[in-house]
């Protein structure tokens, strides 16, 4: 359930009210001082219907494990699930975007005029009510079997079938409320005299929300979402085997392969993953820059229904050649056409505590591809979006989501003085509150960088529509060389790149085999531990995060083009800290 969002509005100020020259006011009048008499250059404020959406979820599970002899034990299971696709109470968002429909505004077009394309509310002419099209066949056995070939070997094996969740999201568009919501705007054209104050900033009141009643002239020669109507959620198989082996002295060693396949997911794992589809058709490259720029009559000059990018007597040949040439931007939601593969090899070591010692240590080698154009991290950029909705099977590389290969050990060690300890076992009390119940822990994480995501700082296909660029290869190494401080400033070999111009695409992979900046840390502690009374004890804390001190950077800057491309700039971690406590049992 959403309300009202800025309703009271947002503005913005400057000097040109208390300057002395409006005209030229230079270093004469104060934005502050204009804030301050209630004057505002431009303003906006919003009204939006009140939304009550949601999605039903329903969940059967079956789960059973049967010894079929000493040695041998399966585990057994079985879901089905079933989710509604989102819903609104009053049916107060849009369906999808119907890309084959006539829009109305062909009408009053010139002749021989195609425009295709228009929003479909929900529940509007027997509209579906609910977004996408969710699978009521989401069966998903899972089997694990665990064999015990001898008192110090055992081998596990499992399979698994899993739905990833829908996720959907929280902004208008990403919801589908085009109609639900209205902007009203002012812009003070006279610089000598305000017309537009605090107190009463919108005079005439906000323009409300027009709902669904203009159909599928909703927002023509604006942007408009397309909410993916075939929706049916992420099929995930999940699959691992793994030898376990007790080698002695309280040590067990594990030796596992794990893996996924993942189909009809979305293109971001916690994104938007949205792109613009209303992008001119490469085939019309051979035409030309200079005649797909130029400027044409607009074949909706003519129509009343006019507006936004259409609404001028000449517009660019471009325009016209778009599939839908009476929108802008075609913000497609929820496309589900990505697919994974993840493989990995974990080699685990674990003391359980014996002689005052326990740890567990793994080591993670890992290698992942997908399609995720949306995603990234601290460690790595982000392409964004697709260089071509047209041809998304080339998002399809290494995944930026995980380091390659990742290290971590975690340990305590009780030190042997005191009470029930080899050393300093018969010291008296004073001694053993002394030297006894003290043990050391730490944390070592040793991570490799992520896979680098390259675009191209200029995006010279922005004028067609497409969100991305990315620069060409000239075959060599991507990679600078020299030491890892030197390649602060320089991570990237600019002569690895080179600009594409307008009309083509970049023959750079979404992500390239160059690791970012990688991890190493320790976090320390030292525990004192002490018997107060029978049932009373206390512990004393002393802990260093980040001990060493050691600095994790941050991905270098990816955008090839720019001033800083690939420069290291920015810390991820914190720096050495250190705390202390004192904590109390009973």
Request: net charge positive.
């Amino acid at each position: 359930c959403s309300s009202d969002l800025n309703a009271t509005g947002s503005y913005s100020f400057n000097q040109n009210f208390t300057a002395i020259n409006p005209n030229q006011p230079g270093s004469t009048g104060s934005s502050l001082a204009s804030l301050l008499m209630g004057y505002p250059a431009t303003g906006s404020a919003r009204l939006t219907t009140k939304f009550f959406s949601f999605a039903d979820y329903y969940g059967l599970y079956f789960q059973d494990d049967y010894r079929v002899n000493s040695k041998l034990t399966l585990n057994l299971g079985l879901r089905y699930e079933y989710e509604t696709g989102l819903q609104e109470a009053n049916n107060n968002f849009t369906y999808t975007f119907d890309r084959t429909v006539t829009n109305p505004i062909q009408a009053t077009a010139a002749p021989g005029t195609i425009a295709r394309g228009g929003l479909v509310y929900a529940g509007v002419d027997g509209a579906p009510t609910a977004q996408g099209n969710p699978s009521s066949r989401k069966w998903a056995p899972r089997i694990g079997i665990a064999y015990r070939m001898n008192d110090k070997t055992t081998i596990r094996t499992g399979y698994g079938i899993y739905w990833a969740p829908a996720r959907y999201e929280s902004s208008p568009a990403g919801l589908g409320a085009e109609g639900f919501t209205r902007d009203t705007v002012f812009d003070t054209v006279d610089p000598y005299t305000p017309t537009v104050n605090l107190s009463n900033p919108f005079p005439n009141g906000l323009l409300q929300p027009v709902g669904s009643s203009l159909g599928l002239l909703t927002n023509i020669g604006s942007d408009v979402p397309l909410i993916n109507p075939d929706r049916r959620g992420g099929l995930v198989q999940q699959f691992s085997f793994d030898i376990q082996r007790e080698i002695g002295q309280g040590i067990g060693l594990e030796l596992a392969y794990i893996g996924s396949r993942s189909t009809r997911l979305q293109h971001a794992g916690t994104g938007a993953a949205a792109f613009n589809i209303n992008a001119l058709d490469p085939q019309y490259f051979a035409l030309g820059n200079s005649a797909l720029n130029g400027a044409v009559p607009n074949p909706f000059a003519g129509s009343p229904l006019r507006a936004g990018v259409i609404s001028a007597a000449n517009i660019p040949l471009q325009r016209t050649l778009r599939p839908h040439p009476h929108f802008n931007s075609i913000t497609a939601y929820y496309m589900d056409g990505n697919r994974a593969r993840y493989d990995s090899f974990v080699i685990k070591a674990q003391k359980r505590m014996s002689q005052g010692l326990t740890f567990l240590s793994s080591l993670t080698w890992t290698k992942a591809y997908d399609a995720s154009f949306s995603d990234g991290n601290t460690f790595a950029g982000t392409a964004g979006a697709p260089q071509t909705p047209y041809d998304l099977a080339r998002e399809h590389a290494l995944s930026s989501n995980l380091a390659p290969l990742r290290f971590t050990s975690t340990f305590t060690y009780e030190l042997p003085f005191g009470k029930g300890k080899p050393f300093a076992n018969s010291a008296g009390t004073a001694v053993n509150y002394l030297v006894g119940g003290w043990s050391v822990n730490g944390i070592w994480t040793m991570q490799s960088g992520f896979f680098s995501s390259i675009t191209q700082n200029t995006n010279n296909n922005g004028v067609f529509g497409y969100q991305r660029q990315r620069p060409n290869s000239t075959g060599q190494d991507a990679a600078s060389a020299g030491s890892f401080a030197s390649r602060l400033d320089g991570w990237f070999s600019r002569e690895a790149f080179s600009t594409v111009p307008q009309g083509q695409f970049g023959n750079t992979a979404r992500t390239l085999p160059v690791l970012g900046p990688g991890q190493v840390q320790w976090d320390l502690s030292l525990f004192k531990t002490a018997a107060v009374t029978e049932k009373l004890r206390a512990q004393f804390r002393l802990e260093a995060i980040n001990a060493m001190n050691t600095p994790v950077f941050r991905g270098p800057a990816n955008a090839f083009g720019a001033g800083n491309f690939g420069t290291v700039t920015r810390q991820a971690n914190f720096p050495r800290q250190i705390q202390m406590g004192l904590r109390f049992m009973w």
